[in-house]
T-cell receptor, first 114, second 112 residues
């Protein structure tokens, strides 16, 4: 089986700071996603990418940049961290086919902005 | 775009009873409906799915029903156990465009 590795696990930043979250997958999946999960809420899609160097905006892309450097990695940048921001960022990947569109998730990066 | 709504934000049942979580979707082009489970402090993992060519699917104690006419689908957990306690997310997607839309989650509590 494969695995999605997110680094770092915990990220503490300062207001206004630019912060980068990394994600690696070894499933050889084409599509990768970044979701934001706020406490007690659902998942909101920030960016996704259907292949290397592709980038598609989700519903929450403002304030973020992303980069799909190669098929196995997808990074997310918080361009200017907001004070008291707290959320979990989940990276995911999937292969889209005729029978299976299962999405696999990483364990998340927990962001706290002080 | 697609909008997936989960009707119950929290659900509490007694161990051994059944739990039902209901979702609706808006896009008639959606054809794949997975469910994910998130245990406390952990990430999401896949539990069961249903495709639009069937209206019922069962995997052990999990049953998924799909009503395409009403654009509604539901997860039934039978003979609930304390380890079923978690947040359950429903989702919908079309195979053709890679986007998967999630509901806001239902916190299921199974009381011993």
């Amino acid at each position: 089986g494969g695995i999605i590795t997110q680094t770092p696990k915990f990220l503490i930043g300062q207001e206004g700071q630019k912060l980068t979250l990394k994600c690696q997958q070894n499933f050889n999946h084409d599509t990768m996603y970044w979701y934001r999960q706020d406490s007690g809420k659902g998942l909101r899609l920030i960016y996704y990418s259907i292949t290397e160097n592709d980038l598609q905006k989700g519903d929450l892309s403002e304030g973020y940049d992303a980069s799909r450097e190669k098929k196995s990695s997808f990074s997310l940048t918080v361009t200017s961290a907001q004070k008291n921001e707290m959320a979990v960022f989940l990276c995911a990947s999937s292969i889209v086919g005729t029978t299976n569109t299962e999405v696999f998730f990483g364990k998340g990066t927990r962001l706290t902005v002080v | 775009g697609e909008k997936v709504e989960q009707h119950e934000s929290t659900l509490s049942v007694r161990e051994g009873d059944s739990a039902v979580i209901n979702c609706t979707y808006t896009d008639t082009a959606s054809s794949y409906f997975p469910w994910y489970k998130q245990e406390a402090g952990k990430s999401l993992h896949f539990v069961i799915d249903i495709r639009s060519n069937v209206d019922r699917k069962q995997s052990q104690r999990l049953i998924v029903l799909l009503d395409k006419k009403a654009k509604r689908f539901s997860l039934h957990i039978t003979a609930t156990q304390p380890e079923d306690s978690a947040i359950y997310f429903c989702a919908a997607s079309q195979n053709s465009n890679n986007r998967i839309f999630f509901g806001d989650g239902t916190q299921l509590v199974v009381k011993p």
